[in-house]
Structures are given as structure tokens and as C-alpha cells.
Nanobody, 125 residues
Framework: QVQLVDSGGGSVQAGGTLRLSCVVS?????????MGWFRQAPGKEREAVAG????????KYADSVKGRFTISLDNAKATLYLQMNMLKPEDTAMYYC?????????????????WGQGTRVTVSS
């Protein structure tokens, strides 16, 4: 069983910062290849934000967050992070961490099999 618990969302003003966390719990014979953050704004489809390969640390970002967001993984703590700086009102969404056992594009939502429950981020202007 793979369990993801994400947290760290909140309400901030534009230009502010937040750090999201996602704790990973594995039981049984599971191996993961990559993890990512995704978001879904009201009335919109879920979209990729950032992804990271667990083994090599390679990362990839959506164009809309490049230079502002940083994804990282602390293997010792089994925790995925998303540092979000210079937040904008258009970053307002429910954010989800996800994990995939397969190789492929880090930002391909369909590859991710395991999902957290989501944490809400609200950015006011």
C-alpha cells in the first residue's frame, strides 16, 4: 500500500511564500520512480506543476511556475516538498502530491497512480 499525506496549504497575499509537504508511507512490495505536484483550480482541469525522479533527482516544471517554485525530496524523511515563492492569485488551487511506479514524462498526469488528499492554496491580490 502507498499512502501520501500532503499538507502546508494556506492563504497568503500575492508575493508571499508557502511550502507544501507530502509524507510518503509504503507497506509491502512497492517501488516508486517519480513524484510530482499537481493542482486543480475551481472549474479547471488538474494540471502538472512539478515532478522529480526519485533516483537521480532530475526535476521538471510547468512553464507557469518556473523560477518561482522548487520541488525537492528528502529521502531520509520520505517527504516531498514544494517551495512556492512569489505566489500569484492564479496559483490559487487545490494542490496534490502524487507518486508513480513507472518511467515516463514527469509532468504526465496519467502516469501517476497514487495521490494525496490535497491541500488548498489561496493567494489574494
Amino acid at each position: 500500500q502507498v499512502q501520501l499525506v500532503d499538507s502546508g496549504g494556506g492563504s497568503v497575499q500575492a508575493g508571499g511564500t508557502l511550502r507544501l509537504s507530502c509524507v510518503v508511507s509504503l507497506s509491502g512490495r512497492y517501488s516508486l520512480v517519480s513524484m510530482g505536484w499537481f493542482r486543480q483550480a475551481p472549474g479547471k482541469e488538474r494540471e502538472a506543476v512539478a515532478g522529480i525522479y526519485i533516483g537521480g533527482g532530475l526535476t521538471k516544471y510547468a512553464d507557469s511556475v518556473k523560477g518561482r517554485f522548487t520541488i525537492s525530496l528528502d529521502n531520509a524523511k520520505a517527504t516531498l516538498y514544494l517551495q512556492m515563492n512569489m505566489l500569484k492569485p492564479e496559483d490559487t488551487a487545490m494542490y496534490y502530491c502524487a507518486a508513480s511506479p513507472d518511467f515516463g514524462s514527469l509532468l504526465d498526469l496519467d502516469r501517476y497512480r497514487y495521490w494525496g488528499q490535497g491541500t488548498r492554496v489561496t493567494v489574494s491580490s
